[in-house]
């Protein structure tokens, strides 16, 4: 069985056996995508009516310019694996429930730890709060965050970014998440030069 195969069925899994309330009311579950070899992990928050109707990842705007944001560091959306706190839409896009996150949680580790990324990309104070609940977005985006989860050891290192979405039509926003997203290959580098 293909590592892409062996995902699929990972989400599957967990798709059975999902109890989270948000399940009854999405169209579609929304797993992650892309390379199951990829260096990079992007956890965003919650799929959108899009996503939700197209059964994919940061396909409407944010994911757009997600894209070409990933275009500007020489990188594609299949080079990378990209996936969500939550799997299924939170109705009229609400915030997902912390008891929401939960639910989704121990799928999202299984998720890390089939992927062992060298580096998780949080876009967003959602995603990056359910891993560390005390820190601010404002204070910590783009900064390198180093821990170790005892649910996936083998990633150490990660970077919390602003959501696109929130970054979009603002102007200051998105030219700090621009700056900071052309940071990670080079944060790449640093970590992988240190495993050295
Ligand atoms: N915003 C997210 O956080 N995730 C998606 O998949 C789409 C938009």
Redesign the pocket.
């Known amino acids: 069985m293909s590592k892409k195969e062996a995902l699929q069925r990972l989400h599957e899994r967990n798709h059975d056996i999902c109890t989270c309330e948000l399940k009854k009311t999405a169209t579609h579950p ?1 797993f992650g995508e892309g390379n199951p070899e990829s260096e990079i992990v992007f956890i ?5 009516k899009r ?1 939700d109707l197209e059964s994919k ?2 396909v ?1 705007s ?2 757009k310019f997600l894209t070409e944001m990933l275009t500007t560091i020489d990188m594609k959306r299949e080079d990378v694996y990209i996936t ?1 706190t939550v799997k299924y839409r939170p109705p009229d896009n609400r915030d997902p429930l912390p008891e929401e996150k939960e639910e989704c949680k121990d799928w999202l580790y299984e998720e890390l730890r089939y992927i062992k990324p060298a580096l998780i990309v949080f ?2 104070r959602h995603a990056m709060n359910t891993f560390f609940p005390d820190l601010k977005i404002s204070d910590i985006h783009g900064k390198l965050i180093e821990k170790t989860f005892t649910d996936f050891p083998d990633t150490t290192h990660f970077l919390a970014l602003y ?1 696109p ?1 929130a970054a979009l039509y603002n102007g200051s926003m998105r030219e700090t998440l621009i700056k900071d997203f052309k940071k990670i290959p080079k944060i790449l580098q640093k970590i992988k030069t240190a495993k050295i």
Do not use: R
Request: proline share 12%; charged share 10%; glycine share 30%.
């Open positions: 929304v965003g928050e919650a799929p959108g996503e990842p940061f409407g944010s994911g969500n876009l967003g959501h979405a």
